[in-house]
């Protein structure tokens, strides 16, 4: 190994390091009451030490949004990996999204509120995450489409249709307004599941 690769690979761990206290601030207090002071002094070491590894403060907020955006992507992609017809992977599917947004604005306030802030100000993870699901719809549908459950002959463009539907139970401000008026989402969900398989020609 290079000393070159060593040193890259020295950064990279020291930068999850700091996202890794940079997140336990962020679940305990919110991002917002979390300084950069706070977590230097958590590593025992400067703020300035701390901008060598992240330009500014928003590029940390931005880290730690990714880190929750790809944890709720694996659980997609597991479920779209799953051995089961496809019908039944999209209800888990957008069941379980739904899921992961209700509770974390439940009992995970401080991580609803950055996925808030970067719902508002359109960061470009929240795109990215949109996208990425977009995809691991369109291959649920595919497979759906091949097995002769689904009735549509785009499925990128059915891909796109479903998650405009899904949005509602997915936005977090849409989730967050529906929870504190006492709405059952899960079972407004089931009935946009419904409007979403009879779309895909699966009324069923």
Not at 96 to 124: C, G, M, S, Y
């Amino acid at each position: 190994m290079s000393r070159r690769t060593r040193i890259e690979i020295d950064v990279d761990l020291f930068r999850e390091r700091i996202l890794d206290v940079a997140e336990e601030h962020f679940r305990r207090i919110g991002y917002q009451k979390t300084s950069v002071a706070d977590i230097a002094s958590c590593l025992g070491m400067s703020s300035a030490n701390i901008y060598r590894f992240f330009p500014s403060r928003a590029a940390i907020n931005r880290s730690i949004c990714g880190r929750f955006f790809a944890e709720t992507a694996r659980r997609a992609d597991a479920i779209a990996r799953m051995q089961a017809p496809a019908h039944e992977k999209l209800v888990d599917l957008l069941n379980i999204l739904h899921q992961k947004r209700k509770t974390t604005f439940i009992k995970e306030k401080p991580v609803h509120d950055l996925i808030v802030a970067a719902t508002e100000e359109n960061w470009a993870i929240i795109r990215a995450h949109s996208d990425q699901i977009v995809v691991i719809i369109e291959t649920i549908v595919r497979e759906g489409m091949a097995a002769h459950e689904f009735g549509v002959e785009d499925a990128a463009q059915a891909a796109r249709s479903i998650m405009n539907a899904f949005m509602p139970f997915y936005h977090p401000i849409l989730v967050e307004q529906g929870v504190q008026s006492g709405e059952h989402t899960e079972a407004g969900l089931r009935d946009q599941i419904r409007f979403i398989f009879r779309a895909l020609g699966c009324p069923d």
